[in-house]
Structure formats: structure tokens, C-alpha cells
């Protein structure tokens, strides 16, 4: 009798909001093979899904992520080589991570708690990251002899700094919200008991905001963090021009005159 599978991540849609919730809560949200398998088809499905606006990323219980699930990588399961560990990152973190940072939709790192490791580059690939006072950014990879991995050595320096970042990397120390929210790294620190719905309703306010005009603003980010700034003026150019011509602009100016006659 075939048994049934253990649900790690959990995908729910409501108006517009698709939350893709971390569900190992007795593991801080540790993520293993399985987890990464179906974090991977919950990612993909909310970009792929018309009826998903903006997508959230949280955890389950006192935790965001506390990382890769180590365990694996020393038996029972998963990964075991050197090789091993290279491949998971390319061909399993790489694509969900990259598909965070490029989908035409806004994405929000809802950190209920900690995010360590993998856990914390899941947390900055997000557009937005909105945490409890209890969270915190950690880079744990020199307490087990490992270097930074999935994108945050180019993530946490454009964020916090290269100074910040060399010291998170080489101390493993932790960045506490509070100093991720001065630092710019974290948009806003919500005390617990109002984060839900503080979530939910910042989620849904940009589920209602115009979808081309959004993916648009975020690209135009994607492109000028790699361009001059003469290459990021003819790109906006581009966006703008393709903005111009749509129904959403249209939409808009005839909204703007009517609240002007009022």
C-alpha cells in the first residue's frame, strides 16, 4: 500500500494573493528533497496561475527557514557527495530562486522568524521582505566549514552592503530585524500578533495595483542592477513605451480625469 506524502509546502490562493507556506515546522522549517521538490512546484504553479497576483513566502510555527536539512548531507538520504551538493544548488536551487527574483509578478518574504542559510537567500531573492521583531538574517555557512550559497554573495552586499555582508559571512553572526529594517535589507517590522494581516493586506493592496505596470517596474529594478545608467534611461524608455500603449495606462488616465472633475 502506497503511503501517503508528507505536504513540507503548502500553496493557497485568495484574491489574488498566492501564499506558499514552509510546513516542517518541528524542523524550523528545514528544507530536505522532498521539501525542495514541492517548494519548486508551488513557486512555479503561482507564477504560472493567472488568478495569482503577488506571491507570499512564509513558514510554519516559530520559524521562516532554518536552512538546508544538514542531516541529508551527512547519510540517510539526499545528498552525500561534493558533487552532490553542487548539483542540488544548480539544478534545483538555482531555478526556484532565479524564478522568485524574475517573475512578472511582486514577491513577499514573509519572515515569521528566522531565516538561516538557504532559508535567508529564499528571504532576500523576495522583491519585499516584511518580518516579526523576533526574525533575523543569518549566515551560518562558516560554523560548519561551508561558503555562502544560493545568490546571496550577490544579494546581501547590493542590499546591506559589502561590510555587512563580509562580516555576516565570515562571523556567522546574525542580523536582527530591527537592524535589517535601519539598514534598508527589511521594509518593515510588524509585531506578531498584527503580522498576518499586515501581510495580507500589503499583499493585497499590490494584488490590486495594475499587473503589466508592476512586472514592468520590476524588471526595469532586474535590468538597472546589472546596466549603466544610460542602458537603465533606454530601458525604462522601452517599458514606458510598451506601458503607453496598453489598456492599463488608458485605464488609468481616464481614472485620474474623472477623479479631477469631481
Wanted: glycine fraction near 10%; proline fraction near 5%.
Amino acid at each position: 500500500m502506497a503511503t501517503e506524502v508528507e505536504q513540507h509546502v503548502m500553496l493557497h490562493t485568495h484574491d489574488g494573493v498566492g501564499l506558499i507556506r514552509l510546513n516542517r515546522p518541528e524542523k524550523m522549517n528545514a528544507i530536505g528533497a522532498l521539501t525542495r521538490q514541492q517548494l519548486g512546484e508551488a513557486i512555479k504553479q503561482a507564477e504560472r496561475d493567472d488568478a495569482v497576483r503577488v506571491v507570499v513566502l512564509t513558514g510554519s510555527g516559530r520559524a521562516f527557514c532554518s536552512g538546508a536539512d544538514v542531516t541529508e548531507m551527512v547519510g540517510g538520504g539526499g545528498m552525500r557527495t561534493p558533487e552532490d551538493v553542487g548539483n542540488v544548488l544548480r539544478n534545483e536551487y538555482m531555478p526556484m530562486l532565479t524564478r522568485l527574483r524574475t517573475m512578472p509578478k511582486p514577491t513577499i518574504a514573509a519572515m515569521n522568524g528566522p531565516a538561516v542559510g538557504i532559508g535567508a537567500s529564499y528571504a532576500l531573492a523576495c522583491d519585499i521582505r516584511i518580518a516579526t521583531p523576533e526574525a533575523y538574517l543569518m549566515e551560518a555557512f562558516i560554523n560548519i566549514g561551508l561558503a555562502p550559497d544560493g545568490g546571496v554573495s550577490w544579494l546581501l552586499p547590493r542590499l546591506a552592503g559589502t561590510a555587512v555582508a563580509y562580516e555576516m559571512f565570515f562571523t556567522g553572526k546574525a542580523l536582527p530585524a530591527e537592524d535589517a529594517h535601519r539598514l534598508g535589507v527589511i521594509n518593515r517590522v510588524v509585531p506578531a500578533d498584527r503580522f498576518e494581516e499586515e501581510v495580507r493586506d500589503f499583499a493585497g493592496q499590490l494584488a490590486k495595483q495594475p499587473r503589466q505596470a508592476l512586472a514592468a517596474a520590476k524588471r526595469a529594478v532586474n535590468h538597472a542592477l546589472e546596466s549603466s545608467y544610460e542602458g537603465a534611461l533606454e530601458f525604462e524608455s522601452y517599458l514606458q513605451e510598451a506601458q503607453a500603449g496598453s489598456q492599463e495606462f488608458a485605464d488609468g488616465v481616464q481614472a485620474f480625469l474623472a477623479r479631477r472633475k469631481k
